[in-house]
């Protein structure tokens, strides 16, 4: 019988693709920054708060029928004077657990972000390869407009949309429709950013031998655009999109802060920021500070985040 421990060693598979990803020199730089894995952590951390809010949240504040104005001003880890009720951090004026309103407000916050950046790339990478492809006139007046309004600060220009939209809402949509204009104005704000990369990286790559092999094949420019020219810009798109997601949250903080962004009936936590500030010195600092303090880690941990991002795909840095 032939002896079965001399036979040839059978080849091994091949990695699957969680394993090459965990081979990649990305996931290595990853795990060698604190700052990242940190950022990415809180990220994870307050996504899924939101995300799973109804599960987490101990009551819904803003289902009336669960709101007792007894508990109202009550301090955090404290029990109240008349109902004897503890919340971990406290109530704000019409007794709501100002813990479920971060939650409740957090995803508002999250959505109208993640959705505004979602417009402003979509908007941003389809102007970039329009004008770096075909250049011309088309070019010339793209690259125009974003010159003007980058003169603008976003903020402005986000306030100036939102406000002409609603002003074309009818009245009894307007609650209903905040929400939408607030990602429409914020978008349309935030789009040149995305139109400039992508057109530099268009001019490049339009000149290349590949791109010239696919107009000799016959292929249409807008499948040259999209299946060609727009891969390559991707990981610079990304890098903005996620910067972006953290200012556009503080965007829609600002303007909800100044009262022209997410309604009383879906506040978000700019709105929350709002009306904690009218009793911050009266006593009640715990309806700002939570709400603020959230809306920093927020902010600061997705910011982070993509800075070690930029850096991580930046090919001269390697």
Same mark, same amino acid.
């Given at each position: 019988?032939?002896?079965?421990?001399?036979?040839?060693?059978?080849?091994?598979?091949?990695?699957?693709?969680?394993?090459?990803?965990?081979?990649?020199?990305?996931?290595?730089?990853?795990?060698?920054?604190?700052?990242?894995? &940190?950022?990415?952590?809180?990220?994870?951390?307050?996504? %899924?708060?939101?995300?799973?809010?109804? %599960?987490?949240?101990?009551?819904?504040?803003?289902?009336?029928?669960?709101?007792?104005?007894?508990?109202?001003?009550?301090?955090?880890?404290?029990?109240?004077?008349?109902?004897?009720?503890?919340?971990?951090?406290?109530?704000?004026?019409?007794?709501?657990?100002?813990?479920?309103?971060?939650?409740?407000?957090?995803?508002?916050?999250?959505?109208?972000?993640?959705?505004?950046?979602?417009?402003?790339?979509?908007?941003?990478?389809?102007?970039?390869? &329009?004008?770096?492809?075909?250049?011309?006139?088309?070019?010339?007046?793209?690259?125009?407009?974003?010159?003007?309004?980058?003169?603008?600060?976003?903020?402005?220009?986000?306030?100036?949309?939102?406000?002409?939209?609603?002003?074309?809402?009818? &009245?009894?949509?307007?609650?209903?429709?905040?929400?939408?204009?607030?990602?429409?104005?914020?978008?349309?704000?935030?789009?040149?950013?995305?139109?400039?990369?992508?057109?530099?990286?268009?001019?490049?790559?339009?000149?290349?031998?590949? &791109?010239?092999?696919?107009?000799?094949?016959?292929?249409?420019?807008?499948?040259?655009?999209?299946?060609?020219?727009?891969?390559?810009?991707?990981?610079?798109? %990304?890098?903005?999109?996620?910067?972006?997601?953290? %200012?556009?949250?503080?965007?829609?903080?600002?303007?909800?802060?100044?009262?022209?962004?997410?309604?009383?009936?879906?506040?978000?936590?700019?709105?929350?920021?709002?009306?904690?500030?009218?009793?911050?010195?009266?006593?009640?600092?715990?309806?700002?500070?939570?709400?603020?303090?959230?809306?920093?880690?927020?902010?600061?941990?997705?910011?982070?985040?993509?800075?070690?991002?930029?850096?991580?795909?930046?090919?001269?840095?390697?």
């Amino acid at each position: 019988m032939a002896d079965l421990s001399t036979s040839a060693p059978t080849k091994p598979g091949r990695k699957g693709r969680w394993a090459r990803f965990a081979d990649s020199d990305f996931f290595y730089s990853f795990k060698r920054s604190p700052v990242a894995v &940190v950022s990415f952590t809180v990220t994870m951390l307050l996504v %899924l708060s939101a995300v799973f809010a109804p %599960l987490i949240a101990p009551t819904n504040p803003f289902d009336p029928a669960s709101l007792n104005l007894m508990n109202g001003f009550t301090p955090p880890m404290e029990p109240n004077a008349f109902t004897q009720e503890s919340f971990l951090m406290g109530t704000d004026d019409q007794g709501r657990d100002v813990f479920s309103t971060i939650l409740y407000g957090m995803r508002i916050s999250l959505f109208v972000g993640a959705a505004a950046v979602l417009f402003a790339m979509v908007l941003g990478i389809f102007l970039g390869l &329009v004008s770096g492809y075909f250049g011309g006139w088309t070019e010339t007046i793209i690259m125009r407009i974003a010159d003007v309004q980058l003169t603008f600060p976003s903020i402005l220009v986000a306030m100036l949309i939102f406000g002409i939209a609603k002003g074309f809402t009818p &009245v009894e949509y307007r609650d209903q429709m905040a929400i939408w204009v607030l990602i429409i104005a914020i978008g349309l704000s935030d789009w040149v950013q995305f139109a400039r990369v992508v057109r530099g990286t268009t001019l490049v790559e339009k000149n290349k031998d590949y &791109v010239a092999a696919a107009r000799l094949i016959g292929r249409s420019p807008w499948a040259i655009m999209i299946k060609h020219i727009l891969p390559n810009a991707l990981s610079p798109v %990304l890098v903005i999109a996620t910067i972006s997601l953290a %200012l556009a949250i503080i965007a829609e903080a600002t303007l909800s802060f100044l009262g022209v962004g997410a309604p009383p009936t879906q506040p978000s936590l700019g709105t929350l920021i709002r009306i904690g500030q009218g009793f911050l010195f009266s006593g009640e600092w715990w309806i700002l500070f939570f709400p603020a303090c959230t809306l920093l880690a927020l902010a600061l941990s997705v910011n982070l985040l993509g800075d070690w991002l930029r850096d991580a795909l930046n090919p001269r840095l390697k």
